[in-house]
């Protein structure tokens, strides 16, 4: 269960600092910053929350993000590959166009958010629930999945294609022109509605 930190309020920051190579923060609160179009080797937060910040269109060569919120972010159009996410919790933030190929997600809740068009090639996601998302055109080509729930989101047209599903649900999603394959599923679990359009694969349980 992911769980706002227990950050000092008089570690409050209301601008991002100088960007440089490497940027480490630990128990800070962030507001309003950004990092938009910054180029960093590395990326390091522990236990902050950081809220209204933007990274868009910023290349981050390695993020380690653990127990963080953040709130009314934007990482549209953000470089992350080969990245860590640890007890994070992520509300109305934006991920559209972003990439997460070849990361590590656990224990990650994304709330009310934007990923449309997200990229998770070859990422392992354990324990992570995306929670009324817009989640169109995401890809999870290659991806290792576990324990993962996609509640009330707008799938349409991802793609879980190569990878590997295992105990993965998707209660009130929208699947339409889902792209999945045999191979892939382990233990998927769909209402009767989603099982009659995915009728066509193999192994699936239905779930009312």
Do not use: W
Not at 28 to 56: H, P, Q
Request: net charge negative; with cysteine; hydrophobic share 40%.
């Amino acid at each position: 269960m992911v769980r706002k930190p227990d950050v000092k309020r008089e570690r409050l920051i209301h601008a991002m600092p100088e960007a440089g190579a490497e940027i480490y923060m630990e128990e800070s609160i962030l507001v309003g910053g950004t990092f938009d179009e910054r180029k960093l080797e590395k990326l390091t937060l522990e236990k902050c929350v950081v809220e209204s910040t933007s990274f868009d269109g910023a290349n981050i060569a390695e993020a380690d993000i653990t127990d963080c919120v953040f709130d009314k972010c934007s990482f549209t159009g953000t470089e992350l590959y080969e990245s860590r996410l640890d007890r994070v919790l992520v509300k109305s933030t934006r991920f559209q166009g972003t990439t997460l190929a070849e990361s590590e997600l656990q224990d990650v809740h994304f709330a009310s958010s934007k990923l449309d068009g997200a990229n998770f090639r070859f990422s392992k996601l354990k324990e992570v629930l995306f929670d009324k998302c817009e989640m169109v055109g995401c890809d999870f080509l290659g991806a290792e999945l576990e324990q993962v729930e996609f509640r009330n989101c707008n799938l349409t047209g991802a793609q879980f294609l190569s990878g590997k599903l295992d105990d993965v649900q998707f209660p009130g999603s929208d699947l339409e022109n889902i792209s999945l394959d045999k191979a892939s599923i382990e233990n998927v679990t769909v209402t009767t509605g989603q099982a009659l359009y995915l009728s066509g694969v193999f192994g699936l349980h239905i779930k009312d």
